[in-house]
């Protein structure tokens, strides 16, 4: 569910073992006290899940009995999602832009959540806008929008950030940002055992961009979302600007909010 233009082939290539790279189960388990905020003290009806990937999150919220739609920029990610959640009740999946959200999912959702590496591929102060505008149009008044985003603070004078690597089976994974301009190039070459000869996939990069959380504050109130609450990770721990991984924001959408259309 992304927005640059070479989103595609990078996401397209990654999608065959994007479930190796994640690991649901484990990423589940840490993500237990996030999603006790999000859906046991929250109690949204239906929610939807920008840049939902292969569907991850949508069994947290169909077994609790929450409408569930999710999007994505990414036609191989939208039909994994839908194969590997095909007997989910009131769960739903469909290619599409977080930037510019259909018409008709006006007043539909409760909640919005954009988590993961999601947002940096707004690129611009206009994509941003544009995306914020219409979350905001399709919460319904007191519905809540959660974002989880790398924590910029972190990245202060580097000019190369490695995040941790993963090997699972015969798949090795080697995530890095480089720093390139006011924005970042974030690349994860695959390696993969085949007939005994390492063979490396993804190798191209697409762009992202951090946003600050003053930055999204302000953006978010002028699309009528009333900033609630921060945190620094998944368990809900407080948020610091210089040491925290990840930077939580939760708005609420006020009542008689005014929204632009980008």
């Known amino acids: 569910m992304k927005s640059s233009s070479n989103n595609n082939r990078f996401y397209e290539q990654l999608a065959p073992v994007y479930h190796l790279k994640v690991d649901w189960s484990n990423r589940s388990a840490k993500e237990n006290e996030l999603f006790g905020l999000l859906i046991e003290s929250l109690k949204p009806a239906s929610v939807l899940d920008l840049g939902c990937g292969d569907g991850g999150h949508a069994p947290r919220y169909a077994e609790a009995g929450i409408r569930y739609f999710g999007i994505d920029s990414s036609g191989k990610m939208i039909r994994s999602a839908s194969q590997a959640h095909r007997s989910l009740a009131g769960v739903s999946f469909s290619t599409g832009d977080m930037a510019k959200l259909p018409s008709d999912t006006k007043g539909r959702f409760d909640q919005?959540?954009?988590?993961?590496?999601?947002?940096?591929?707004?690129?611009?102060?206009?994509?941003?806008?544009?995306?914020?505008?219409?979350?905001?149009?399709?919460?319904?008044?007191?519905?809540?929008?959660?974002?989880?985003?790398?924590?910029?603070?972190?990245?202060?004078?580097?000019?190369?950030?490695?995040?941790?690597?993963?090997?699972?089976?015969?798949?090795?994974?080697?995530?890095?940002?480089?720093?390139?301009?006011?924005?970042?190039?974030?690349?994860?070459?695959?390696?993969q055992l085949r007939n005994g000869t390492v063979a490396a996939t993804n190798i191209s990069s697409t762009r992202l961009k951090f946003w600050t959380k003053q930055q999204l504050v302000e953006q978010a109130r002028d699309q009528g979302l009333r900033f609630v609450a921060s945190y620094g990770n998944a368990k809900l721990e407080a948020y610091s600007a210089s040491k925290s991984e990840n930077l939580i924001l939760i708005f609420r959408k006020l009542a008689h909010a005014r929204t632009s259309r980008g």
Do not use: C
């Open 112 to 191: 919005v959540i954009m988590l993961g590496n999601t947002l940096p591929h707004l690129l611009t102060s206009q994509s941003l806008k544009a995306t914020l505008a219409g979350i905001s149009r399709s919460l319904t008044t007191n519905g809540h929008f959660i974002l989880q985003t790398v924590n910029p603070g972190k990245l202060t004078h580097k000019t190369i950030h490695f995040l941790p690597p993963k090997l699972t089976g015969e798949v090795f994974f080697a995530p890095f940002y480089l720093k390139q301009g006011d924005g970042w190039d974030f690349y994860m070459p695959i390696y």
